[in-house]
């Protein structure tokens, strides 16, 4: 088989991402060609979804990895020509709205911490700041933590040029949880398999007035079983209600009586997929591929020893 491989970054070489992004793609390159296929990615090029859109109707299959804005377009590019091993169209253009997707998650009973428009945020602004509790101000459609910062009853001095959300910030661990999720998640009699969640990951995070994403551990241990099922149980229900496929990554902030609240939702392959294929006993590939080629995913993963990584290591592992 031959597969696109399509990570924004190496492809338009954007220098803020490209240790994660050549690490996301090193990983997955591997993967794949451990299982004999043919790779191929785009590198350094001007035009990135000319590029998808020019070759994708000459391979097998593909799997694009882009910012949230830009891959409801580019997944139905890749829809419209071969087999996209990634989240259909519909649910990636849910998952990149973060106000959509908080109020559809809030809607079907699934914890989310209160989200509103910055316009409603600045609305009650100035009646409520001293009563208001803090908040993660972030931009509505993005991804990496980027223009995200907190406010504390402070004047609110919004980015121009972005649209932003205001979300309520909860005290509690910062953890993801990266799940493989079949074709037909959203329809209990279509899917060959329910959806397979992988590992809890630690997320660190750094919290200024500008908060950003340090790097993770992968596996992150959760201390009671009851409370890992439950984790789980949270994140097997997002994707079913968004109708989510293949590589999900599921951000949420674990309070401390054990109640995980869903932060965003990434339709996509995430930087704790490096990790996630060191640790597990299976081909990452392969597991992406059988979640879209209808196959019987495996309820024997294992994971064994651990993995933690920050923009060094990252950097080391993407030397390709």
């Known amino acids: 088989m031959k597969v696109i491989l399509a990570e924004y970054a190496v492809g338009v070489g954007e220098e803020k991402l490209l240790a994660e992004g050549r690490a996301m793609l090193f990983t997955l390159k591997a993967s794949f060609e451990r299982l004999g296929h043919e790779v191929v990615y785009p590198r350094g090029v001007s035009d990135f979804d000319g590029w998808v859109e020019k070759n994708a109707g000459d391979c097998d299959a593909a799997l694009i990895i882009a910012p949230d804005e830009l891959l409801f377009e580019l997944t139905r590019i890749v829809e419209s020509r071969t087999l996209n091993l990634g989240c259909p169209p519909h649910a990636v253009r849910k998952c990149a709205d973060k106000l959509l997707t908080t109020e559809i998650l809030k809607d079907a009973g699934v914890p989310v911490p209160r989200t509103l428009s910055i316009d409603d945020f600045s609305g009650v602004a100035e009646s409520q700041l001293q009563e208001r509790s803090r908040y993660v101000i972030k931009p509505r ?6 223009d995200t910062f907190l406010s504390v009853g402070t004047p609110l001095e919004i980015p121009e040029g972005k649209e932003f959300v205001a979300t309520e910030f909860l005290d509690g661990e910062h953890i993801s949880v990266s799940m493989i999720s079949p074709a037909g998640v959203s329809c209990s009699f279509c899917a060959a398999s329910p959806p397979l969640p992988l590992t809890i990951n630690k997320q660190f995070i750094k919290m200024n007035s500008k908060i950003s994403y340090e790097g993770g551990l992968v596996p992150y241990s959760v201390p009671e079983r009851s409370i890992k099922n439950r984790v789980f149980g949270v994140a097997e229900e997002v994707v079913r209600i ?5 590589y999900v990554g599921i951000d949420i902030v674990l309070a401390e009586s054990g109640k995980p609240y869903v932060l965003d939702v990434n339709p996509r392959p995430t930087t704790s997929i490096v990790g996630v294929a060191r640790v597990i006993n299976h081909e990452i590939a392969d597991l992406i591929l059988q979640a879209k080629l209808g196959g019987t995913l495996p309820r024997n993963v294992k ?5 933690r990584f920050d923009r060094n290591s990252l950097e080391r592992i993407a030397e390709f």
Not at 303 to 307: A, C, H, I, Q, R
């Open 141 to 146: 459609f993005g991804c990496a933590a980027e």
């Open 242 to 246: 968004l109708g989510c496929e293949g």
């Open 303 to 307: 994971v064994e020893g651990s993995f």
